[in-house]
């Protein structure tokens, strides 16, 4: 079946560190792919999603480029910032005819940006 | 600017007990899921609906129960809780399936003693 493996966290990384979260990915057909961001607290917010292949999701500096010859969905960020200490979950969405597009997570990883 | 919310925040039950989790969007949207995460595991889809009157079984269904009499409410029922069940439960909903996100309510956090 559809399966999402990111790298395993926590990562700890100064301010104005380049920031990459690997994610992979297995699926039959063409899965739309995201990246969720979850603060304390909080519930889950899409940070950025691409629909094909070599689509590139971007939003708050943060990219990903959808890799279909590698399976891959990177999360990059070339300088975080303290604020963006978080949860971050990479999700790939089945889709099945009508029956809703059901997202498959990974088991997401948390960053820790110290000053 | 509602968009999902849940109620309550927090529960403790006891074993054995029962509780509805509420789950109401104003986004007007279709489509609409109940997750769990535990810890370490992301999250999981427990059920999920395209529509008033049409639910379906997710990932990890066992030990709960949905209904969707309306466009804006999708209720989580436990029967008979069990510690197994001790987790964070999140409702979204999207317009659409596959290509649009879901947007997430603030999740319950649930503990069974």
């Known amino acids: 079946g559809n399966s999402v493996t990111q790298m395993e966290g926590p990562v700890t990384l100064s301010e104005e560190a380049f920031l990459t979260i690997n994610c992979t990915y297995t699926?039959?057909?063409?899965?739309?792919l995201f990246w969720y961001v979850q603060y304390p607290g909080e519930g889950l917010q899409l940070l950025l999603k691409a629909t094909k292949a070599d689509d590139k999701g971007s939003n708050k500096g943060f990219e990903a480029t959808y890799r279909k010859e590698t399976t891959s969905f990177h999360l990059e960020k070339g300088s975080v910032q303290v604020s963006d200490s978080a949860v971050y979950f990479c999700a790939l969405s089945e889709i099945k005819g009508n029956q809703g597009g059901k997202l498959i997570f990974g088991q997401g990883t948390e960053l820790s940006v110290k000053p | 600017n509602a968009g999902v919310t849940q109620t309550p925040k927090f529960r403790i039950l006891k074993i054995g007990q029962s509780m509805t989790l509420q789950c109401t969007q104003d986004m007007n949207h279709n489509y609409m899921y109940w997750y769990r995460q535990d810890p370490g595991m992301g999250l999981k889809l427990i059920y999920y609906?395209?529509?008033?009157?049409?639910?379906d079984k997710g990932e990890v269904p066992n030990g709960y129960n949905v209904s969707r009499s309306t466009t804006e409410d999708f209720p989580l029922r436990l029967e008979l809780a069990a510690p197994s069940q001790t987790s964070v439960y999140f409702c979204?909903?999207?317009?659409?399936?596959?290509?649009?996100?879901?947007?997430f309510g603030d999740g319950t956090r649930l503990s069974i003693l």
């Open positions: 609906s395209v529509g008033a009157g049409i639910t």
């Open positions: 979204a909903s999207s317009y659409t399936s596959g290509y649009q996100p879901q947007h």
């Open positions: 699926a039959t057909g063409y899965p739309s």
